[in-house]
């Protein structure tokens, strides 16, 4: 017997068979597929072909729209990050450009100019990736206005391979250099912050180190639950990054009583197919 949801229709040349594309009990779409016949009864094997192919037709719908809604929810946690801005932040860079417009012009004037960059990158990039380059302007400009607020107590070395092109998600790194500044480095009379990215074993690896007093333990073990505020960036990036590639990177925290190491490692093949994909 035929199942009420096939329609038939048919004469002596040709049979049509419908079958319904179903996502979550509702009918998203319709297959229809027109046969030569020869008017004998129609067999239970074309129907079930048809159901076969409508079956798979609606999952691959239903995998897109669950790539779509991924994305979705990758732009949303990307979105709550920017949303962040401390505005201390921005109040104690004016303060800082304020001084300098009276003693150093020229260095207000570079000032202003990072304090732009720094909210461009924040606010208006929409992109999933970006070039590793334009993250590490974004983080360039953060610590120039952190290096002239806090001028000498503050120390910034980087080391970064010179060919290293590739594409990495948005305001990735920034949030670790911030928690490496706020909650180590200036902890301490003479903050260290060193900023790595190389290429290693066919893998994009970033570090970030300073000299600070470490990750207190109940804030190490809540950023996996996102429960404390002061891991939060740090706990944004590291879902993010799992979001994105899932095992294929790694999110590694070495801290104790002489500072914190966080490095990140992503396949660069991974990063490969992300470009092609977006």
Do not use: W
């Not at 179903?22 to 159901?51: A, P, W, Y």
């Not at 990158?121 to 993250?135: A, G, R, Y």
């Not at 010179?162 to 490496?180: G, R, S």
């Amino acid at each position: 017997t035929i199942s009420r949801r096939h329609i038939l229709q048919g004469n002596t040349n040709y049979l049509m068979i419908a079958s319904p594309l179903v996502n979550k009990q509702q009918s998203i779409g319709c297959i229809i597929m027109i046969l030569s016949h020869n008017g004998s009864t129609t067999t239970q094997t074309e129907v079930r072909f048809v159901d076969g192919l409508a079956q798979l037709f609606a999952d691959q719908i239903i995998l897109s729209e669950l790539e779509y809604q991924e994305e979705l929810l990758q732009k949303a946690e990307y979105q709550a990050l920017q949303a962040q801005i401390n505005p201390h932040f921005l109040f104690n860079s004016l303060n800082t450009i304020s001084f300098f417009c009276r003693e150093k012009p020229e260095r207000a004037r570079e000032l202003i100019l990072s304090l732009s960059t720094y909210f461009r990158n924040t606010l208006q990039n929409k992109d999933l990736f970006i070039p590793l380059s334009k993250e590490l302007e974004h983080v360039k400009a953060y610590l120039d206005l952190e290096k002239a607020r806090f001028e000498e107590s503050l120390q910034i070395e980087f080391d970064l391979c010179p060919d290293l092109d590739c594409f990495v998600p948005p305001l990735i790194i920034q949030p670790i250099v911030e928690n490496a500044v706020k909650h180590g480095a200036m902890k301490r009379p003479l903050g260290q912050v060193k900023i790595q990215a190389e290429s290693i074993n066919k893998q994009i690896v970033i570090t970030i180190s300073d000299n600070g007093p470490g990750i207190p333990l109940d804030v190490l073990s809540n950023l996996k639950t996102n429960l404390s505020s002061k891991g939060l960036g740090l706990s944004n990036v590291q879902k993010r990054l799992q979001k994105i590639y899932g095992a294929a990177h790694t999110f590694n925290i070495q801290t104790n009583s002489e500072g914190t190491t966080i490095q990140i490692a992503i396949p660069q093949e991974e990063i490969a197919n992300e470009n092609r994909n977006h």
